[in-house]
């Protein structure tokens, strides 16, 4: 049997993630790729909340990176998983190989680099 702490727990905490972007988003550029993010809280026993509201960034090779900041929540001792997706509604893959324990994440999409020109030869 569950206990009801626990139920009551994760009602009350879980709803409290949110995501923001603080990137500005990046448009018409070549090679511009957009990139769908959430999050997720564990409270101190590992209990995972469910995903929070998704925000999207379009990085560029000029631009590859994504700022992502969220709300405390009022629970103590939590921390956080960031998620990304190339496209919107998931399949999302974690991104950071520890937990978060700060309200800010950065994400640098590995752009392919690009082919590099050799100088002209000047005879």
């Known amino acids: 049997m569950e206990h009801p702490y626990k139920k009551m727990f994760i009602k009350k905490f879980f709803s409290l993630v949110g995501l923001f972007l603080i990137a500005a988003q990046l448009l018409g550029q070549q090679q511009s790729k957009t990139l769908y993010y ?3 809280a564990l409270n101190s026993v590992g209990d995972e909340s469910a995903f929070s ?3 999207n960034a379009t990085l560029s090779p ?3 990176t994504a700022n992502l900041s969220w709300i ?3 629970t103590p001792n939590v921390e956080y998983n960031v998620y990304r997706s190339n496209v919107s509604g ?3 893959v974690k991104l ?8 800010v994440y950065s994400d640098t999409y590995p752009f392919p ?3 590099k020109m050799n100088p002209p030869v000047v005879p």
Do not use: F, R
Request: proline fraction near 12%.
């Open 96 to 103: 950071n190989s520890s937990l978060i324990t700060v309200l």
């Open 53 to 55: 509201n998704e925000v």
């Open 90 to 92: 998931g399949p999302y």
């Open 72 to 74: 405390a929540s009022s």
């Open 38 to 40: 959430v999050a997720t």
């Open 113 to 115: 680099s690009s082919p």
């Open 62 to 64: 000029a631009h590859p």
